[in-house]
């Protein structure tokens, strides 16, 4: 059965400075059991292997004459024998027709705990519980050929390379490759806490996979017998993909149940985002790639610094809508590199009209002058060190109580189909960026008091062009809400990503890029400038040119995710592979855009009456793909990233 319990995952590295501390990786998770495993659960005491068919759950046939529990069983890879392993110290070998008992292997001192056939079906390896030994068998004689000491204790999981030439096993902590035909040990692979439930070799015999106790499953290199990245799953259905220098990919809250101790201090993972959230590198090294590390975790951090707000006072009620939020940073160490403050999870800017600086030797004291929304506000501030670790939150909860103000919608579109290169035109981008206008002019006013629209095309979708219209929406007061559509190219570059205007003309030329393309560290400035609370940014843009990028997806996720952070507003992105990818003739649309429109007309609704951005979300993660697959024959994965308050867009009724 699996269970649940709070899992410690330890890594203490020596202290080197005084910006170097020992390191722990703390977390909650869940153990990994293989569905192998989960039947052996169901087996366990029976004294007699059971065959099931798989399409009914029929029983088929039992196979008696064990005289204890049962283990561990197995088919031959032809399908006409099976192996079953007892704690009555035998394996016994069945031919599946009959239910009759061919051969019993005996010799084992104690409980058989674990088997598996070669991929030829000559030999079986067998592990034991409490003898801390693995014993290779030949099949027609029974005859026991080789034993492989070494286990310091029970052996848990044994497994064949592909070519039968190697064997995995595990014991209580240990993962050992070991060489078939002498028996002797090549490699052995540390790192696990507590017990090796199960083993696995890649296809191409370069890697080892093992699931522990310890509520981990790690890839390994078994030519060096480093560990290469480890795969944590959450019981909220959260996970985490994290390699031993610290870099991670993680599902959109699965960073914040693994923690991290420096010193007497305890952060999560997702304290170390901007530095070592990258799910390209996560990527190269699950695929061998050998790429040179930047960042290493285990050498130490600069400390964040400590944050509070220091007024108003917790709690305080307000009659007027605006205040000053003072926020204190004190050095612990590491430095400060910014101070940020979020408005109900959206960021606020730094306009210099609005923020007053104060430096007070090792102590930096911001104050935001802010508009409140009604009811309750919630302030969030945070700080950087200098290497860009973030410091734990401060939060405080305010009231405003004054009479209920009207909310606007406002809905920036560009659409591109003209570029001045004419070997980037598209076919959608336009007819996208006016269905959305279109839509929200039809259906927008239902929810909100007025709906205003902004939109720019082709020759008019320059970089100056854009960023003036985007400028406009400083004009939107808190409780507004914004939906920003950008349609055309996209290009991902050193962890940027950036939109192609109509001027740019050859995206693949480095400086031309960072020069001309609208990048999103400046749409995160535009973004931030903004004084609506309530923001959902979508881009429709597709990979400009027609070489593919292997890691297209991983790129744009780790630039748009950054994005959506450091702004607290909610994005959802077309990670398209090619321009062809994201246009369908057959639908009119680009699939994106044709899937979110359909969201939006009530397919999202799941039964409610009211569209929020969440449900949109959630409705184009799980379709947009469908429709790809249906249409490109390839599946469309968008990269959804949600950070800001949940709010509603539409009404359906």
Same mark, same amino acid.
């Given at each position: 059965?699996?269970?649940?319990?709070? =899992?410690?995952?330890?890594?203490?590295?020596?202290?080197?400075?005084?910006?170097?501390?020992?390191?722990?990786?703390?977390?909650?998770?869940?153990?990994?059991?293989?569905?192998?495993?989960?039947?052996?659960?169901?087996?366990r005491?029976?004294?007699?292997?059971?065959?099931?068919?798989?399409?009914?759950g029929?029983?088929?046939?039992?196979?008696?004459?064990?005289?204890?529990?049962?283990?561990?069983?197995?088919?031959?890879?032809?399908?006409?024998?099976?192996?079953?392993? %007892? %704690?009555?110290?035998?394996?016994?070998?069945?031919?599946?027709?009959?239910?009759?008992?061919?051969r019993?292997?005996?010799?084992?001192t104690?409980?058989?705990?674990?088997?598996?056939?070669?991929?030829? =079906?000559?030999?079986?390896?067998?592990? =034991?519980?409490?003898?801390?030994?693995?014993?290779l068998?030949? #099949?027609?004689?029974?005859?026991?050929?080789?034993?492989?000491?070494?286990?310091?204790?029970? #052996?848990?999981?044994? #497994?064949?390379?592909?070519?039968?030439?190697?064997?995995?096993?595990?014991?209580?902590?240990?993962?050992?490759?070991w060489?078939?035909?002498?028996?002797?040990?090549?490699?052995?692979?540390?790192?696990?806490?507590?017990?090796?439930?199960?083993?696995?070799?890649?296809?191409?015999?370069?890697?080892?996979?093992?699931?522990?106790?310890?509520?981990?499953?790690?890839?390994?290199?078994?030519?060096?017998?480093?560990?290469?990245?480890?795969?944590?799953?959450?019981?909220?259905?959260?996970?985490?993909a994290?390699t031993p220098?610290?870099?991670?990919?993680?599902?959109?809250?699965?960073?914040?149940?693994?923690?991290?101790?420096?010193?007497?201090?305890?952060?999560?993972?997702?304290?170390?985002?901007?530095?070592?959230?990258?799910?390209?590198?996560?990527?190269?090294?699950?695929?061998?790639?050998?790429?040179?590390?930047?960042?290493?975790?285990?050498?130490?951090?600069?400390?964040?610094?400590?944050?509070?707000?220091?007024?108003?006072?917790?709690?305080?009620?307000?009659?007027?809508?605006?205040?000053?939020?003072?926020v204190?940073?004190?050095?612990?160490?590491?430095?400060?590199?910014?101070?940020?403050?979020?408005?109900? &999870?959206?960021?606020?800017?730094?306009?210099?009209?609005?923020?007053?600086?104060?430096?007070?030797?090792d102590?930096?004291?911001?104050?935001?002058?802010?508009?409140?929304?009604?009811?309750?506000?919630?302030?969030?501030?945070?700080?950087f060190?200098?290497?860009?670790?973030?410091?734990?939150?401060?939060?405080?909860?305010?009231?405003?109580?004054?009479?209920?103000?009207?909310?606007?919608?406002?809905?920036?579109?560009?659409?591109?189909?003209?570029?001045?290169?004419?070997?980037?035109?598209?076919?959608?981008?336009?007819?996208?960026?006016?269905?959305?206008?279109?839509?929200?002019?039809?259906?927008?006013?239902?929810?909100?008091?007025k709906?205003?629209?902004?939109?720019?095309?082709?020759?008019?979708?320059?970089?100056?062009?854009?960023?003036?219209?985007?400028?406009q929406?400083?004009?939107?007061?808190?409780?507004?809400?914004?939906?920003?559509?950008?349609?055309?190219?996209?290009?991902?570059?050193?962890?940027?990503?950036?939109?192609?205007?109509?001027?740019?003309?050859?995206?693949?030329?480095?400086?031309?890029?960072?020069?001309?393309?609208?990048? %999103?560290?400046?749409?995160?400035?535009?973004?931030? &400038?903004?004084?609506?609370?309530?923001?959902?940014?979508?881009?429709?843009?597709?990979?400009? =040119?027609?070489?593919?990028?292997?890691?297209?997806?991983?790129?744009?996720?780790?630039?748009?995710?950054q994005?959506?952070?450091?702004?607290?507003?909610?994005?959802?992105?077309?990670?398209t592979k090619?321009?062809?990818?994201?246009?369908v003739?057959?639908?009119?649309?680009?699939?994106?855009?044709?899937?979110?429109?359909?969201?939006?007309?009530?397919?999202?609704?799941?039964?409610?009456?009211?569209?929020?951005?969440?449900?949109?979300?959630?409705?184009?993660?799980?379709?947009?793909?469908?429709?790809?697959?249906?249409y490109?024959?390839?599946?469309?994965?968008?990269?959804?990233?949600?950070?800001?308050?949940?709010?509603?867009?539409?009404?359906?009724?």
């Open positions: 059965r699996a269970t649940l319990r709070r =899992g410690r995952l330890e890594r203490i590295r020596t202290r080197r400075s005084a910006s170097l501390r020992k390191i722990r990786y703390v977390g909650c998770v869940r153990r990994f059991f293989t569905v192998t495993h989960r039947k052996i659960g169901a087996l005491f029976a004294n007699a292997p059971y065959n099931w068919e798989v399409a009914t029929k029983e088929i046939r039992s196979f008696a004459g064990h005289t204890a529990g049962v283990s561990s069983v197995a088919f031959s890879p032809d399908g006409r024998f099976a192996l079953s392993g %007892s %704690s009555d110290k035998t394996l016994r070998l069945w031919e599946v027709a009959t239910g009759k008992e061919i019993s292997f005996a010799g084992r104690l409980w058989v705990y674990a088997l598996t056939f070669s991929p030829d =079906g000559r030999f079986v390896l067998s592990g =034991g519980v409490f003898d801390n030994s693995m014993r068998w030949e #099949v027609a004689t029974g005859k026991e050929i080789q034993s492989f000491a070494g286990h310091t204790s029970s #052996v848990a999981s044994v #497994v064949f390379s592909p070519d039968g030439r190697f064997a995995l096993s595990g014991d209580d902590k240990t993962l050992r490759l060489e078939v035909a002498t028996g002797k040990e090549i490699q052995s692979f540390a790192g696990h806490t507590d017990y090796i439930k199960s083993t696995a070799f890649s296809p191409n015999r370069r890697f080892a996979l093992s699931g522990s106790s310890d509520n981990t499953t790690r890839l390994w290199d078994i030519s060096t017998g480093k560990e290469l990245a480890q795969f944590i799953s959450f019981t909220d259905g959260e996970w985490l994290i220098e610290g870099y991670f990919n993680a599902s959109p809250n699965g960073a914040k149940h693994l923690n991290v101790r420096v010193g007497n201090q305890v952060y999560s993972i997702d304290n170390f985002y901007e530095r070592f959230f990258d799910p390209v590198y996560v990527a190269s090294v699950l695929q061998g790639k050998k790429i040179e590390t930047i960042a290493d975790i285990r050498k130490g951090i600069l400390t964040p610094p400590d944050v509070k707000i220091i007024s108003p006072a917790p709690g305080k009620e307000f009659s007027s809508d605006t205040v000053t939020i003072t204190s940073a004190k050095d612990t160490g590491g430095g400060i590199d910014e101070i940020r403050l979020y408005h109900n &999870g959206k960021a606020i800017g730094e306009d210099v009209r609005a923020v007053k600086i104060v430096p007070k030797g102590e930096i004291v911001k104050s935001y002058t802010v508009i409140l929304t009604d009811g309750l506000n919630n302030f969030r501030a945070t700080a060190s200098k290497d860009r670790t973030e410091s734990n939150p401060y939060e405080l909860l305010v009231k405003l109580a004054a009479p209920q103000k009207d909310v606007s919608m406002y809905v920036f579109a560009v659409g591109i189909n003209n570029y001045k290169n004419p070997a980037l035109n598209l076919n959608y981008a336009v007819p996208d960026a006016k269905g959305i206008i279109d839509f929200f002019n039809q259906r927008g006013k239902g929810l909100f008091k709906v205003e629209t902004i939109d720019i095309y082709n020759e008019q979708a320059t970089k100056q062009g854009i960023t003036a219209r985007l400028k929406l400083e004009n939107t007061q808190p409780q507004d809400a914004v939906l920003i559509y950008l349609a055309g190219h996209g290009e991902s570059l050193h962890d940027k990503w950036y939109f192609i205007p109509h001027e740019l003309t050859y995206p693949e030329r480095e400086e031309e890029l960072k020069t001309k393309g609208i990048s %999103s560290d400046e749409l995160a400035g535009y973004i931030k &400038g903004i004084k609506a609370q309530k923001i959902l940014l979508l881009l429709d843009s597709c990979k400009s =040119g027609a070489v593919l990028v292997a890691f297209r997806g991983f790129e744009d996720r780790k630039a748009l995710s994005l959506s952070r450091s702004t607290g507003v909610h994005v959802v992105a077309a990670s090619d321009q062809f990818a994201a246009e003739k057959d639908l009119g649309h680009g699939a994106f855009t044709y899937t979110m429109l359909e969201g939006l007309k009530g397919a999202a609704a799941g039964g409610t009456d009211t569209i929020t951005v969440r449900k949109l979300m959630g409705y184009v993660e799980e379709q947009l793909p469908e429709i790809t697959k249906k490109k024959r390839e599946a469309q994965y968008p990269v959804v990233d949600s950070r800001g308050m949940d709010f509603p867009l539409v009404k359906t009724k």
